[in-house]
């Protein structure tokens, strides 16, 4: 099915969650799946518009991870009630650190020639030259979730426009709160995600920020790859080799899990944990009182946004801006970033 990546050990997925997850919409109304979204492979090069409609495809990262799994529905439920004015392709890799598979997929994208690409990079810099393949080719390109470096942009000379929050502001108000339960003085630890995607950069930011203006002392901060089982083994160290350890700050939910998972293995009660994402698991240890607070960065709606920027510049009637935009152009667009706690979730 990937002949270019049949050699790879990690094989880039590519879904068909129309049905799956329009049947989970509830919408009876709602068009049969293949009609909002469809799969690339084995279609050959079909043109970039079915019909009259342009073929949009989102590239997300590691469809393991739930962020990815709901970014995938909200986008889905999008298309569907949408399903005159675009078709959705939705596609992802398997684990956060197979950036080939990423390429790969853009570079399957570009082969189909579809309209428009909207893509979660996993690595802000190493994905800058495919995407500028694919703009060359005259495809959309929208960079969602985590910022690509603007200094290799620049250099490429390829205008992408941004959607997406501001992680640094997000995960220091995240920091803030973890803090108001601890004391001046207490030690924490900030799990980070890949050091390469700038996202990733800015949450350990906003999370050093934080814990400066309250007066905790930062003892580790580590990449645990935004994995869950690379956090588990990270956090089990931590635990051994600073026992006084009172607060860990991972930069995503998935981290953050892991982390959980190495506390309670220690039989540890006093460690507060933060995260950022804000998935169904971590709502749900929130509310336990297990884990502390998360941030929301509203994972469903990001795509939809991306995939809207993407219809605008499709219209023709603005073209990508870089941020600064002058008019007739789309400029880069925040998006909101909540912070998640037992009681904003009990409310
Ligand atoms: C970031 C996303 C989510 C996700 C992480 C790992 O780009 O914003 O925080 O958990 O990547 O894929």
């Not at 942009?153 to 108000?173: C, H, M, S, T, Y």
């Not at 999370?207 to 309250?214: G, K, P, W, Y």
């Not at 690379?230 to 160290?237: E, I, L, P, R």
């Not at 510049?313 to 603005?318: F, N, Q, R, T």
Request: proline content about 3%; hydrophobic content about 45%.
């Amino acid at each position: 099915m990937f002949a270019a990546n049949a050699g790879l050990r990690r094989r880039p997925l590519l879904l068909i969650l129309a049905g799956l997850l329009l049947s989970s919409t509830g919408c009876s109304n709602s068009p049969a799946p293949e009609d909002a979204t469809s799969a690339a492979a084995g279609l050959g090069s079909p043109p970039a518009t079915t019909g009259d409609r342009p073929r949009v495809a989102l590239v997300m990262k590691s469809l393991a991870n739930e962020f990815f799994a709901s970014m995938a529905e909200g986008a889905t439920a999008h298309a569907a009630q949408h399903v005159g004015d675009y078709e959705l392709i939705v596609n992802g890799i398997q684990d956060e650190t197979d950036l080939a598979g990423q390429v790969s997929l853009v570079e399957q994208m570009v082969a189909q020639q579809v309209a428009a690409i909207v893509i979660a990079p996993a690595d802000s810099k190493a994905l800058v030259p495919v995407l500028r393949k694919a703009s060359a080719a005259g495809i959309v390109v929208v960079n969602i979730d985590n910022r690509l470096d603007a200094d290799v942009l620049r250099e490429q000379q390829v205008q992408i426009p941004f959607v997406g929050p501001d992680n640094r502001v997000g995960a220091k108000n995240v920091g803030l709160q973890l803090a108001k339960s601890l004391q001046a003085g207490d030690e924490i630890a900030i799990l980070e995600g890949l050091e390469t995607s700038f996202n990733g950069q800015q949450r350990k930011l906003g999370f050093t920020e934080a814990a400066a203006e309250s007066g905790l002392k930062v003892v580790a901060s580590q990449s645990a790859q935004w994995e869950m089982d690379v956090a588990n083994q990270a956090t089990a160290a931590l635990l051994t080799a600073h026992p006084g350890l009172k607060g860990i700050m991972a930069c995503n939910d998935s981290m953050a899990l892991g982390a959980l998972a190495a506390v309670r293995a220690a039989g540890r009660t006093d460690v507060r944990i933060a995260g950022f994402d804000n998935i169904g698991a971590v709502r749900q240890a929130i509310l336990d009182g297990q884990i502390l607070v998360t941030a929301d960065q509203h994972g469903d709606q990001l795509a939809v946004y991306g995939i809207e920027t993407a219809l605008q510049l499709l219209d023709g009637a603005v073209a990508p801006g870089d941020g600064a935009a002058a008019q007739g152009t789309v400029r880069d667009r925040e998006t909101a970033v909540d912070v998640i706690t037992k009681e904003t979730l009990s409310r």
